[in-house]
């Protein structure tokens, strides 16, 4: 005989497997990024609308569930994108050039060697200022929730 403990058993399993299932590819899991070096002449530059993008890794780490790094040459009078928010937090480190962010609902001219840090969910934007290129690495990094929550 069937009980409904059963049955609330198996609809339980059922529900897990066709997840399992349907899931999109990229919930397959990545590799762990472990010590690496990027080297600059590595470094694959891709033209884009506002420049080149030289992307180093978009991988989880053994303490965060995606780390993205990546290199945009912007050109003068660009922006790479209109001022936006996401929950991952965000280092720019300005390489060359000269540029202003958005931080803080203000806009504020940033040299090279500053660094630029966006909170999570805060408002942030970035565009050249400049007459030459601007060079800038961004670091960008979505938090471990399964570590979180312990």
């Known amino acids: 005989m069937i009980t409904r403990r059963d049955v609330l058993a198996g609809l339980a399993a059922m529900s897990c497997t066709a997840e399992a299932l349907t899931a999109p590819e ?19 530059p891709v033209k884009n609308d506002h420049g080149e993008v030289r992307q180093l890794c978009k991988t989880p780490t053994a ?37 202003e962010t958005l931080s803080d609902g203000k806009w504020l001219k ?30 960008n990094w979505s938090p471990n929730k399964q570590m979180a929550a312990r």
């Not at 762990?32 to 590595?42: M, Q, R």
């Open 26 to 44: 990229s919930s397959v899991a990545q590799p762990i990024l472990g010590p690496t070096v990027f080297a600059w002449n590595d470094m694959k």
């Open 63 to 99: 303490t965060v569930d995606q780390l993205e790094m990546h290199v945009t040459t912007l050109d003068p009078g660009q922006s790479p994108h209109p001022p936006h928010r996401h929950v991952n937090e965000e280092l720019i480190i300005l390489r060359e050039g000269h540029v």
């Open 110 to 139: 940033v040299e090279p060697g500053s660094v630029i840090f966006n909170a999570s969910n805060s408002l942030h934007g970035l565009r050249n200022i400049g007459s030459t290129p601007a060079v800038y690495h961004v670091i």
